[in-house]
């Protein structure tokens, strides 16, 4: 198990998701806490663990969560806390819809023929005090994203942390990624999409480009582009 997780995360860190981490490892300070919505198997948490005094990692699947549990404790990572609970804009229960099980896809977000399993959920706002001053914001929601920012508003506001997300049309079932985009920009952020591992500004990001969803495996076309880095102006 340990020798796989480390094969992944360096696989991550050097060819799958390399432009989105080398991304936390620049906006993240020592001292910084950091956030993993979304943790799935861990590529992110392995390395935010090494570059934030502390991680708090959420993954709301039963056994992706032991996994995680497991994993800290072996390697061991002391300064990660594994929370087995979604991330949403309230506390309280909700539907997880998981399409297999541990699957990578799993979301708050209603997915047609999934099994469902009930969740603990939490607004980022009422887990963490005000005094916790959250650094670095990693969130990989599968459509659920605008929710886990409307349950930090004051985590946005006052502690001003980097965000790095992915947002996809594909998972959404009403409104667009721009819905997202114009909740950061009015909370002071200002954007920028991943693209062949180059940062361009939001303002120039188009559905019809950059999400075109046309042919099998659409997502591995070069101009498709689902990660964004919103930064506090």
Excluded at 131 to 160: M, N, P, T
Aim: a neutral charge; aromatic letters at 10%.
């Amino acid at each position: 198990m340990k020798a796989r997780f480390l094969w992944r995360a360096h696989r991550a860190r050097l060819l799958d998701q390399a432009a989105e981490l080398a991304l936390i490892r620049r906006h993240t300070k020592p001292g910084d806490l950091a956030c993993d919505v979304g943790a799935n198997k861990g590529s992110y948490l392995y390395w935010m663990a090494r570059w934030a005094e502390r991680v708090v990692a959420f993954e709301p699947q039963p056994g992706l969560a032991a996994y995680l549990e497991t994993l800290a404790a072996t390697l061991p990572l002391r300064n990660v806390t594994i929370e087995q609970k979604g991330v949403s804009d309230h506390s309280g229960v909700l539907e997880l819809y998981m399409p297999s099980v541990n699957s990578p896809e799993a979301s708050l977000v209603p997915i047609a023929g999934a099994q469902t399993v009930q969740v603990p959920v939490v607004a980022l706002d009422d887990y963490f005090a005000p005094s916790d001053r959250l650094g670095v914001l990693k969130v990989d929601v599968e459509g659920a994203e605008l929710d886990v920012f409307r349950g930090a508003d004051r985590i946005l506001r006052q502690d001003r942390p980097v965000l790095l997300f992915e947002c996809e049309q594909r998972h959404l079932r009403t409104g667009s990624v721009f819905d997202c985009f114009r909740h950061l920009e009015a909370r002071g952020y200002t954007g920028r999409f991943i693209q062949a591992k180059t940062l361009r500004p939001v303002s120039e990001f188009d559905l019809a480009i950059h999400q075109n969803q046309t042919g099998e495996r659409f997502w591995r076309a070069p101009d498709y582009s689902n990660n964004f880095l919103f930064e506090p102006v």
